[in-house]
């Protein structure tokens, strides 16, 4: 069953809604604007895209809702997580929804995992710091984390490291992490960039499962459209910093009203060959 809120017209309810986003950077890194007013909705039970080539701005659209940003840089516009600005949140308060309300997932798996603690360890220490579990209550959420992504035999797993895992099974793994407390939105970061492409299509199957059975608002940034087209229910493309087009996946990828977005198809290999 999904946890999806409708409306009572069943239109699925914005649990994040990003309003004219402008991010500027400090001089050190050469005053510039990244972000010239970004609109986004993203909706319980949804995988929401985000595209663009390399530099658009995806990830620091991502970074700006957890607050992660380089030293002094400034941000306009609004981020409502179910109608609380982030962009106004004292850092502390700030500090206290990352991680829980909203998590992230990146491309390379070692970002998230700690290379010489166990993988109970780290779990157990991330619901024993943000749930306030204790440390039986703690293993035990961990072993069922562990199973809703599938990683095999839980419980030995937890007394395992990070290198005895392959590539997918990190991510596997660090979703768990992303999801230990529950969070209403999770943005996940190119997360099969990284990974084999018979191991993609595993962990973007489980992002789909874990979308609809939790009612996760998924923000899913990849440049690659392959993935865009078979994960994702809406689509936004940006370029230099600008969204310039969303909609439903099927009408962005096959008919697109940006030229932009025509060019980026266009450039998908096997396009143009007959
Ligand atoms: N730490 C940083 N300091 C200064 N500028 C940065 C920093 N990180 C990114 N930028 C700049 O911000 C802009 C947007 O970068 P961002 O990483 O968000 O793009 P992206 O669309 O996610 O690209 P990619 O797909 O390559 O990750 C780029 O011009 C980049 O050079």
Avoid: W
Avoid at 16 to 44: N, Q, S
Avoid at 72 to 83: F, K, N, S, V
Wanted: hydrophobic letters at 40%; one cysteine or more.
């Amino acid at each position: 069953m999904t946890t999806t809120e409708t409306t009572a017209t069943g239109k699925a309810v914005e649990v994040l809604r990003i309003d004219g986003l402008t991010l500027d950077l400090p001089a050190e890194h050469g005053a510039h604007r990244i972000l010239h007013g970004i609109d986004l909705a993203l909706r319980p039970g949804r995988i929401h895209g985000l595209a663009g080539e390399s530099g658009s701005g995806k990830t620091m659209t991502g970074l700006a809702v957890l607050g992660l940003l380089p030293d002094g840089a400034r941000t306009g516009g609004r981020i409502r997580l179910d109608g609380t600005d982030l962009l106004t949140l004292p850092p502390r308060q700030l500090g206290a929804l990352r991680g829980r309300a909203v998590s992230m997932v990146f491309q390379d798996p070692s970002t998230s995992l700690h290379p010489m603690l166990s993988i109970g360890h780290q779990l157990t220490d991330h619901l024993r710091h943000h749930r306030k579990l204790d440390r039986k209550a703690a293993r035990a959420r961990a072993v069922e984390l562990l199973g809703q992504v599938r990683i095999p035999n839980p419980a030995a797993a937890l007394r395992s490291y990070p290198h005895q895992f392959s590539g997918g099974m990190r991510q596997r793994i660090a979703i768990a992490i992303a999801l230990a407390c529950d969070p209403q939105v999770l943005i996940a970061d190119e997360p099969t960039t990284a990974l084999d492409v018979t191991v993609q299509a595993g962990v973007l199957r489980l992002l789909r499962r874990l979308c609809d059975e939790l009612g996760l608002a998924v923000l899913l940034i990849t440049h690659d459209l392959g993935v865009m087209s078979a994960l994702a229910d809406s689509v936004s493309v940006m370029r230099r910093g600008r969204v310039v087009e969303t909609g439903p996946r099927g009408q962005v990828l096959t008919a697109p009203r940006h030229e932009y977005t025509r060019t980026l198809l266009d450039a998908l290999p096997g396009r143009n060959t007959p």
